[in-house]
């Protein structure tokens, strides 16, 4: 069992560039699973952001190549989320979410991840 809780959201303004941090606690060793971060506006359906695999390969959407970036600090039990170049259109709740099974896929639908945090808010004004 996997405990996930993220932090970092906060509101900022248009090119801000905030860092999301998701930490995970619980038993087993935290490398194996795959990291994926999820985005909800309000309004819309959950959507995926970005991933990074247990094989330390990272993923991404279209709509934030180039500007996030995924990491991990395996010590710390962490992975982060770092986001550049902000607009109002990434204003949601960011999850992270965790699985150990299809490390070698890109963008798995969510529902393999078998652990979520409860999400933080990110909102961006104009």
């Known amino acids: 069992q996997v405990q996930l809780e993220e932090s970092g959201g906060k509101l900022v303004q248009s090119g801000g560039s905030p860092r999301l941090s998701c930490v995970a606690s619980?038993?087993?060793?935290?490398?194996?699973?795959?990291i994926g971060w999820f985005r909800q506006a309000p309004g819309k359906e959950r959507e995926f952001v970005a991933r990074?695999?247990?094989?330390?390969?990272?993923y991404y959407a279209d709509s934030v190549k180039g500007r996030f970036t995924v990491s991990r600090d395996n010590a710390k039990r962490t992975d982060y989320l770092e986001m550049d170049s902000l607009t109002p259109e990434d204003t949601a709740v960011y999850y992270c979410?965790?699985?150990?099974?299809?490390?070698?896929?890109?963008?798995?639908?969510?529902?393999?991840?078998?652990?979520w945090g409860q999400g933080t808010q990110v909102t961006v004004s104009s």
């Open positions: 979410a965790a699985e150990s099974k299809w490390y070698f896929l890109s963008a798995p639908h969510e529902d393999v991840y078998d652990f």
């Open positions: 619980g038993r087993g060793t935290i490398s194996v699973y795959s």
């Open positions: 990074l695999s247990s094989n330390d390969t990272p």
